[in-house]
């Protein structure tokens, strides 16, 4: 499976690691367009005179993980493409140059289903991605979300109680899953 991550979901660090790392179980390819990686930059002035700079040696990172991952947008799609957002709609060409699955947001209203479904897509939000990867292979995601939750700790120099740090993240429903288990 192919996922486009949009910006909104590689901005926050903790869901951006919990999809990567999940990513990295062969659980889906993850794609995304220069301009998404852009937009995660530009967002990062929200937190600070560093925020910006930290987000470019990630983004360097990010990119030697995933090479393959870069896509870029058909201008032929571009221009028949339509979305409520016009500056979404580079988000739905680079899905569909990656030849992706679907798209990972927390944009509903910007992404509508019935557009997406005429272009062979679906809407995905974070929570919905890493819920059914966990209820394919529950060790896997487990295991990705026990590493995320230590360095989260350990960078914040503060125990973070799991559940409460997966919600803050915007995937509750993989904190209830997971608490419910004893994971």
């Given at each position: ?108 209203k910007d992404f509508p ?33 026990q590493t995320v939750h ?29 608490s419910r288990t004893g994971?």
């Amino acid at each position: 499976m192919r996922l486009c991550l949009d910006a909104c979901v590689l901005f926050p660090t903790v869901l951006r690691e919990l999809l990567l790392g999940v990513a990295k179980t062969g659980a889906f390819r993850p794609i995304w367009s220069e301009r998404i990686l852009e937009e995660w930059a530009r967002a990062a002035r929200k937190l600070g005179p560093t925020g910006e700079p930290q987000v470019r040696a990630e983004i360097v990172l990010v990119r030697a993980d995933w090479p393959e991952a870069s896509v870029e947008p058909r201008a032929t799609d571009m221009a028949r493409l339509w979305l409520p957002d016009e500056n979404d709609v580079h988000v739905l060409g680079a899905a569909i140059a990656g030849s992706a699955d679907g798209i990972v947001t927390f944009n509903a209203k910007d992404f509508p289903r019935n557009t997406l479904a005429d272009e062979g897509l679906i809407r995905f939000s974070p929570d919905q991605v890493l819920l059914d990867h966990w209820r394919t292979d529950p060790a896997a995601v487990a295991s990705v979300v026990q590493t995320v939750h230590q360095t989260a700790c350990t960078l914040s120099g503060e125990h973070l109680e799991m559940r409460q740090m997966l919600k803050r993240a915007r995937v509750p429903r993989l904190g209830k899953a997971l608490s419910r288990t004893g994971s």
